[in-house]
């Protein structure tokens, strides 16, 4: 997809398995259960979807998936693929909305028992809030805040982002904090176009339903409220939505329906 100046992709990085129930709060199973079919183990499919953004000689990507440095236990956990991490060719600006490890882990591998970056030359932009955050997180989440994928990046050019931030020109960062302190989430606009990546904001088209908050989310009522404004802009703009975690629906536009819920109006294909 072209918008303005900027050629427009998506890569997914591979799927993974997260319990349905956390997924999707104090959402009864026999409701999300109809959209995301649960598995034996009652975990549900998704995936780890970037966007690449590229601009001449310069390219972004958005978000890096789960990397592959994982026990066979977690491994299991989680239904982790065991192929090798992709490192894609050409990046030059790495953007993590997130430090969660399904959203970094591919920040780093392992060479023996050094640890070093996977595009050690590129621009690392990351939210100054969750990286602080990160550090020290919460017993609640600390399992999703891995030492590997946050201690590399004093070795890389870090860039640290605030809410509001211009990270190219027409590229805007917006801080949303429901999900986990200083979740970070993306636009991009040309002046009549915009694509957005909300990140976990709304992971899945199955989440457009404001109340569907995730388990994992650190405060319900802010998600929900970060998912409003969220929605109120993106039916609003006519915006192409990339859901990160969607297995099916990787981009749409929205609409509301005559009860005021959002739903994808319109596949994208990007």
């Given at each position: 997809m072209?918008?303005?100046?900027?050629k427009?992709?998506?890569?997914?990085?591979?799927?993974?398995?997260?319990d349905g129930?956390?997924?999707?709060?104090v959402?009864?199973k026999?409701?999300?259960?109809?959209d995301?079919?649960?598995?034996?183990q009652?975990?549900i499919?998704?995936?780890?979807r970037?966007?690449i953004?590229?601009d001449?000689?310069r390219?972004?990507?958005?978000d890096?998936?789960c990397?592959?440095?994982?026990n066979?236990?977690?491994?299991?956990i989680y239904s982790?693929?065991?192929?090798?991490y992709?490192?894609?060719?050409?990046v030059t600006?790495?953007f993590?909305?997130h430090?969660?490890?399904d959203h970094?882990?591919?920040?780093?591998?392992?060479?023996?028992t050094k640890?070093?970056?996977?595009?050690?030359?590129a621009?690392?932009?990351?939210?100054?809030?969750?990286?602080?955050?990160a550090?020290?997180?919460?017993?609640?989440e600390?399992?999703?805040?891995?030492?590997e994928?946050i201690?590399?990046?004093?070795?890389?050019d870090l860039?640290?982002t605030?809410d509001?931030?211009?990270?190219?020109?027409g590229?805007?960062v917006h801080?949303?904090?429901g999900h986990?302190?200083?979740?970070?989430?993306?636009?991009?606009?040309?002046?009549?176009?915009t694509?957005?990546?909300?990140?976990?904001?709304?992971?899945?088209s199955?989440?457009l339903p404001?109340?569907h908050?995730?388990?994992?989310d650190?405060c319900a009522?802010?998600?929900i409220?970060?998912?409003?404004h969220f929605?109120?802009?993106?039916?609003?703009?006519g915006w192409?939505?990339?859901?990160e975690?969607?297995?099916?629906?990787a981009?749409?536009?929205?609409?509301?329906?005559?009860?005021?819920?959002?739903?994808?109006?319109?596949?994208?294909?990007?």
């Amino acid at each position: 997809m072209q918008i303005g100046r900027y050629k427009i992709s998506i890569h997914n990085h591979g799927f993974f398995r997260l319990d349905g129930g956390a997924m999707f709060g104090v959402v009864p199973k026999t409701l999300w259960s109809k959209d995301m079919a649960p598995d034996d183990q009652n975990r549900i499919l998704l995936v780890t979807r970037s966007i690449i953004v590229e601009d001449g000689n310069r390219k972004m990507i958005v978000d890096l998936g789960c990397g592959d440095k994982w026990n066979s236990k977690i491994r299991e956990i989680y239904s982790l693929p065991s192929e090798p991490y992709r490192v894609i060719d050409g990046v030059t600006d790495v953007f993590i909305t997130h430090l969660h490890f399904d959203h970094c882990g591919g920040v780093s591998r392992y060479e023996g028992t050094k640890l070093v970056a996977n595009y050690p030359s590129a621009r690392h932009f990351v939210s100054a809030e969750n990286y602080a955050y990160a550090k020290g997180p919460h017993p609640r989440e600390k399992a999703s805040y891995l030492r590997e994928n946050i201690d590399v990046l004093a070795a890389v050019d870090l860039r640290l982002t605030k809410d509001g931030d211009e990270i190219w020109p027409g590229i805007s960062v917006h801080q949303a904090n429901g999900h986990t302190k200083g979740l970070h989430w993306l636009t991009v606009n040309d002046g009549g176009e915009t694509l957005c990546f909300p990140t976990d904001v709304c992971p899945t088209s199955s989440h457009l339903p404001e109340t569907h908050a995730l388990g994992y989310d650190m405060c319900a009522e802010t998600s929900i409220a970060d998912k409003h404004h969220f929605l109120e802009q993106a039916v609003k703009g006519g915006w192409v939505v990339v859901f990160e975690h969607d297995p099916e629906v990787a981009a749409g536009r929205l609409v509301f329906d005559d009860r005021g819920r959002a739903h994808v109006k319109e596949i994208v294909q990007l």
